[in-house]
Each structure stands twice: as C-alpha cells, then as structure tokens.
C-alpha cells in the first residue's frame, strides 16, 4: 500500500495552487465580477436597475436651458429631431475628439449629457409576458438643440475644432451643428435671436 508521505505529496500535486498575493482576494470577489470600469460610462449606483422606455423630451414650455455653450471655446448641439444617444456612442465620440486634440496642450474636452437611463432589451422571437426583459446598456434622452460636447481649456483654431468635432458627429445618431459663444439659443428647431431696437441694423448689434 501507500506510504503516508507518498499521500500526501500526491494530494500535493492534484490539489489547486493558490496564488498568495494581497490582491488574491479582490481577484476572486464575485462582487467586482460586475463593476463598472473606468473606462466604462455609467452612473455609479441607481436605486432600480429597470425603468420605463420613456419618450424623447420635448422642450414645450420655452426653456432654452443647455443650447449654448457654458465651459468650452467651441462645440456642437442637436439640430435634428431629438434622439436616444447610448454610451458606447458617446464614448466612441469622445475618443475621437480627444485623439484629435492631444497635440494641443491643455485641451479639455466638455461632454454635458451623460447616460444613466438603463435600456432593458428581450430577445428576438420571444413569447409575450414573462417580465421585462433583461439590461443591455446605458443611454440618454437628448432633446433638439442640447449641447452634447464642448472643447476648450487651450486656445483652438476654427479650423482644427471644426474638424475634431466633424469626426465626433460621425460618430452620433443625429444631425448636429457646430456653434461658438455668439451662436443663439435654440427652441427645438427655432433660433431665439435678441430683438434688434428701432432704428439700428444688425450689423451695429455685432461687436468688432
């Protein structure tokens, strides 16, 4: 028979190595099986994971809030219908802004919308009924004439941001406009321009 020293080197062998490292534990928590990387956008905790669809917002009481620009030299609004903007949209348009702006020291990039609706999607060919179907991905609801990015924190050329902007728009589902500090408000697909007084031409209302 076996000796017990043989046992034991043989329980040895087929017995699981443990990797002994302070990390070993966090490693192996299920908890961060599921947590949200950094790289990720996505809100930090939500009190129910599941939520209505909802509609895309309209803006009909006359709020102009969010169509113009607030932290940045340029950027660009939603000049299309409204649309539901995803997060791997917006962080794809991100990318593309940031990639552009690198060469410039101190370039920051704005972005003033942020996903944190839950969309739950079912599968294809499925029965009605049986609950709501399961989380796919994070999205938000951006009504016509909302800012989505700026760019700013450095002095940009006109040319330069156009192009860095152009790129983030391919990148989004709707149609988009670039705009500057000088550019009106937006009421859905109304520009509120100031009331020009009696006896001035707009041209004398434009600073130099």
Not at 139 to 150: D, K, M, S
Not at 186 to 201: A, F, S, W, Y
Request: glycine content about 10%.
């Amino acid at each position: 028979m076996f000796s017990l020293s043989s046992v034991r080197s043989l329980l040895a062998v087929c017995r699981p190595s443990i990797w002994s490292s302070p990390f070993a534990p966090a490693l192996s928590s299920p908890s961060l099986v599921f947590a949200r990387g950094r790289h990720q956008l996505a809100p930090r905790s939500v009190k129910f994971l599941k939520r209505h669809k909802g509609v895309l917002p309209v803006p009909t009481g006359g709020s102009i809030k969010g169509t113009t620009l607030t932290f940045g030299q340029w950027g660009i609004r939603v000049k299309g219908n409204g649309a539901r903007i995803t997060a791997k949209q917006l962080k794809s348009a991100d990318d593309a802004l940031k990639r552009k702006l690198k060469p410039i020291k101190g370039a920051k990039v704005y972005m003033r919308i942020f996903p944190d609706i839950p969309v739950c999607i079912k599968g294809n060919e499925t029965r009605m009924g049986k609950g709501k179907g399961s989380f796919e991905f994070w999205a938000t609801r951006v009504a016509p004439g909302r800012v989505i990015f700026e760019i700013g924190g450095a002095p940009i050329r006109e040319e330069l941001a156009r192009e860095a902007l152009r790129l983030a728009c391919d990148k989004l589902p709707t149609l988009m406009e670039f705009i500057d500090h000088k550019a009106p408000p937006r009421l859905g697909n109304l520009l509120i321009t100031p009331d020009v007084p009696v006896g001035i031409t707009p041209q004398q209302t434009i600073a130099p």
